[in-house]
Structure formats: C-alpha cells, structure tokens
C-alpha cells in the first residue's frame, strides 16, 4: 500500500518548499479496505459508506490533522450510462472514454463537506469547507497511464462541478484538452456535463490560469476561472509528477501530469476547487505549449 501526506503553502516548482511530506511506498495492506491505516499513522476509515468517512493522522513533528467526510450528494458512477449520458455501451467502451483508461474502473465521484481540525507547525488550524474526493479500484500500470487532467470545483454547497479531461501533450494550448465526462451538483440536483471547452496557460510546467466553458446536461453554460496561491510538485508514480495548489478566484486546470488545487468563481462569486493531472513520461514535451 501506498500513502502520501503533505500540506503545501507556496507556489514552488520543487517539493522542497513543501510545509510537510510524509510519501511511504512500500506499507503493508490493511486487513479491510474499509478502514485503511498502517505504520506511518494515517488512518482512513468508511464510517456509512458510500457517502461519510473519517481521517486522522499522526505523524512528525506534531502534525495531526482529524477529519470528517459527509457526503451532500450520492456517488456519481462515471459508468453508469443513467447517470452519465456519455458512458460507453459496452466495459471496453467505458474504459476507452474515461481520462484514465483502467485506472478508472469501478470510479465515482462525490462532492462533500469536510470537519475538523490541524495542527501543522504548532499552528492549529480549523477544517470547514465544502470539497470533493473520489474512489476507483482499476489497476494503474504506470506507463499505461493516459495524459488527462481531472478537475473540481464548488461554491458552497449550493453548487459544484467535477469533471475530467484527455490531454495531448503534443498539441498547442487551447486544443489539447478534450472532455471526457463529469457531473454539476447545482441546489442538490446532480446532472451530467456534457462538455468543457478549458485553457490552461503555464510559466514553464506550472499552471497559472485556467478558463473553463461547462455545458450541462440542460444546455446552460458557466464559464470558471482559476489562478494559483500555493502549489508544489507531487510524484503520484514513480514516473509520474502531479501538481497541488491552491487558487483564488476561480476555475481549474492542470498540466503535465500535475495536481492542482484551485478557486473557481461564477458570475463574481468566489469557490474553491482543483485538478490533477498525469502525463507518461514517455510523452515528449511540446515547448512551443508548455511556453504559452
């Protein structure tokens, strides 16, 4: 099994500006996989799956956080053709069209509310937002991993977006994301996406704005934006970089294989939001995109 714990509070193209990084690759498998934990203190447990969960930590220097997931929506089953118009008829077709290929087998995602407390630094921190995570049990072999982007967003509980992306890294900014699937959570009503038109223009591999056109499964379009606060690289896979941070108004993005935390706005309104990103390091870098 493998864990990764880490709190980021600047914008860094290294992981050495990062507050905290506890990465253990090789922790020994949990007896139930409704409650993980192990050596290095993390514990995750499905307290009413699949829906609420509970997370703490204890690791060095006095870093624990504690933590309540309560889901405000049911799982949306990227699978499901009635819940996503746009899934595959057949298990091979579904696979081809998620932004992960097998990685995303049995995959669905939830938008919730998360509580709790941090103490990082001898700092203590209250935990209160409104966020999103995600469950998948496909095998993900590292360099069969596609090039995708995987984006959220919310603005309270009233509204939120998560959707995922293809991504060619071969191509120019502006045509070399293509929509994959997600859903929109607007005043408790889940419907599907049904196509994002998204930019992410970079400084070098870090993105630093994210335009987002959403159209939902009614026709009505939001148009997101986001910049960063606080970003670092993250190594997801061994061969693999990802990117976390953290945005101020609005939108998501992502980019060589990258996870990004970021803040969307719609109609002036500010939220809270994020991407991941992933890239094979096989794929050779187009300059002429990532300078744009």
């Given at each position: 099994m493998q864990n990764d714990?880490?709190?980021?509070?600047?914008?860094?193209?290294?992981?050495?500006?990062?507050?905290?990084?506890?990465?253990?690759f090789h922790l020994p498998a949990p007896a139930r996989f409704s409650h993980l934990h192990g050596p290095n203190g993390l514990s995750v447990k499905a307290v009413k799956p699949p829906r609420d969960y509970?997370?703490?930590?204890?690791?060095?220097?006095?870093?624990?956080?504690?933590?309540?997931?309560?889901?405000?929506?049911?799982?949306?089953?990227?699978?499901?053709?009635?819940q996503n118009p746009l899934a595959g008829a057949t298990d091979e077709e579904?696979?081809?069209?998620?932004?992960?290929?097998?990685?995303?087998?049995?995959?669905?995602?939830?938008?919730?509310?998360?509580?709790?407390?941090?103490?990082?630094?001898?700092?203590?921190?209250?935990?209160?937002?409104?966020d999103r995570m995600n469950h998948?049990?496909?095998?993900?072999?590292?360099?069969?991993?596609?090039?995708?982007?995987?984006l959220w967003a919310q603005f309270g509980e009233e509204l939120g977006f998560r959707f995922h992306m293809h991504l060619d890294p071969e191509k120019l900014t502006g045509v070399d994301q293509r929509f994959a699937h997600g859903y929109l959570l607007d005043k408790g009503e889940v419907m599907a996406i049904m196509n994002?038109?998204?930019?992410?223009?970079?400084?070098?591999?870090?993105?630093?704005?994210?335009?987002?056109?959403?159209?939902d499964q009614r026709g009505r379009k939001h148009q997101l934006?986001?910049?960063?606060?606080?970003?670092?690289?993250?190594?997801?896979?061994?061969?693999?970089?990802?990117?976390c941070?953290?945005?101020?108004?609005?939108?998501?993005?992502?980019?060589?294989?990258?996870?990004?935390i970021l803040s969307p706005w719609r109609r002036g309104r500010a939220g809270a939001g994020g991407p991941t990103g992933y890239r094979p390091s096989r794929a050779r870098p187009s300059r002429a995109r990532l300078g744009r």
């Open positions: 714990v880490r709190f980021i509070g600047s914008v860094s193209e290294t992981e050495f500006e990062a507050l905290y990084v506890d990465t253990r509970f997370i703490e930590y204890s690791g060095r220097d006095g870093v624990e956080p504690e933590m309540k997931i309560v889901g405000i929506m049911d799982p949306f089953d990227i699978h499901d053709p009635r579904r696979l081809a069209r998620t932004s992960m290929g097998s990685g995303y087998k049995e995959h669905f995602d939830m938008h919730g509310r998360f509580t709790g407390r941090l103490r990082l630094r001898g700092k203590d921190y209250k935990i209160d937002i409104v998948s049990w496909g095998p993900r072999p590292e360099l069969e991993i596609p090039p995708m982007n995987s994002v038109e998204m930019t992410t223009s970079r400084l070098g591999v870090t993105p630093i704005v994210i335009d987002a056109l959403v159209t934006r986001g910049v960063p606060l606080t970003g670092a690289p993250w190594r997801a896979y061994g061969n693999a970089i990802c990117w941070d953290g945005s101020s108004t609005g939108a998501l993005a992502t980019a060589r294989r990258r996870r990004t």
